[in-house]
């Protein structure tokens, strides 16, 4: 197959000089909220690396990689869920923090009109309130969840980036 982006793991050189890659084997087209398949194993003789070429940090194809780690300990590759997230700048975390507090007063504010519509037996509009309410749940919890510490560590043997 045709692989389009890849990662070196290890370089044996003893005793036929081989390189282990773990490759996405189809073309990462564009960056999508859900992540690829994981990589696959490659190993290939270390005459063939001049086939192979660096990118850019800045790459887009690169992405691919933040939904997965490469264990220090074990070497497995193992799926980080949402993304590596960790390299969050503090701007980005403050907004989301903010947004989050938009959200629930919005939230707040929903449920505040629909209590009233309950008391003056306004039906119509009661319905309309409480699906807004639920709309507007909805986005807290995902606010909520875009806040959530990212879980890094190896599921194979519990390794972690922080150690």
């Known amino acids: 197959p045709n692989f389009a982006i890849g990662v070196v793991t290890d370089v044996q050189r003893v005793p036929r000089q081989l390189v282990h890659l773990s490759v996405f084997p189809e073309e990462v087209k564009k960056v999508s909220s859900l992540p690829p398949a994981p990589p696959v194993p490659l190993t290939i003789r270390a ?15 690169g992405r691919a990689f933040q939904h997965f780690g490469l264990c220090d300990d074990c070497e497995a590759i193992y799926r980080i869920v949402d993304g590596d997230l960790t390299t969050m700048i503090e701007d980005e975390r403050v907004s989301l923090e903010d947004d ?64």
């Not at 510490?149 to 150690?163: D, E, G, H, N, R």
């Open 47 to 61: 005459s063939e690396t001049r086939f192979l070429e660096a990118i850019d940090a800045g790459d887009r194809r």
């Open 100 to 163: 989050l507090k938009v959200a629930q007063d919005e939230l707040a504010a929903l449920k505040t009109r629909r209590f009233y519509a309950k008391q003056e037996h306004d039906h119509t509009k009661v319905l309309e309130l409480t699906n807004l309410v639920r709309q507007a749940a909805k986005d807290v919890a995902q606010h909520k969840k875009d806040l959530t510490p990212k879980i890094l560590y190896c599921p194979f043997c519990a390794w972690s980036p922080q150690c």
